[in-house]
């Protein structure tokens, strides 16, 4: 699967996101190149199996953060020259109320 299919369900993000996975409290940041409240797409230098978990750290523009769990739906193998060694897709599961209720302060409808 490819990046470029648009699959579209769910306002956007309308402002920079950052994250990595949660169990690393240091660490280099990566910026998150799209957002919903379904899911998200990422990059990653480390290879994830499709189908496992992955709890992220998510960085809100206002210097706050909030965790959540997702799903890994597809990962594709960027060129050597690339920003990250992967693309991933992700689906977010258990995501407590108060946080998509957070996470919706940084998105936008969708204009199509």
Do not use: H
Request: glycine fraction near 6%.
């Amino acid at each position: 699967m490819t990046s470029n299919i648009d699959r579209r369900s769910f306002p956007r993000l309308q402002a920079p996101l950052y994250s990595r996975p949660a169990r690393m409290k240091i660490g280099e940041k990566k910026q998150v190149l799209d957002v919903s409240l379904g899911g998200a797409r990422i990059y990653s230098d480390e290879p994830q199996d499709v189908g496992s978990r992955l709890d992220l750290e998510l960085f809100l523009p206002d210097g706050s953060s909030l965790e959540c769990t997702a799903r890994i739906v597809w990962a594709v193998k960027l060129p050597k020259d690339a920003v990250a060694r992967f693309e991933v897709g992700l689906s977010f599961i258990d995501v407590p109320d108060e946080t998509l209720e957070r996470l919706k302060t940084v998105l936008v409808a969708d204009e199509t």
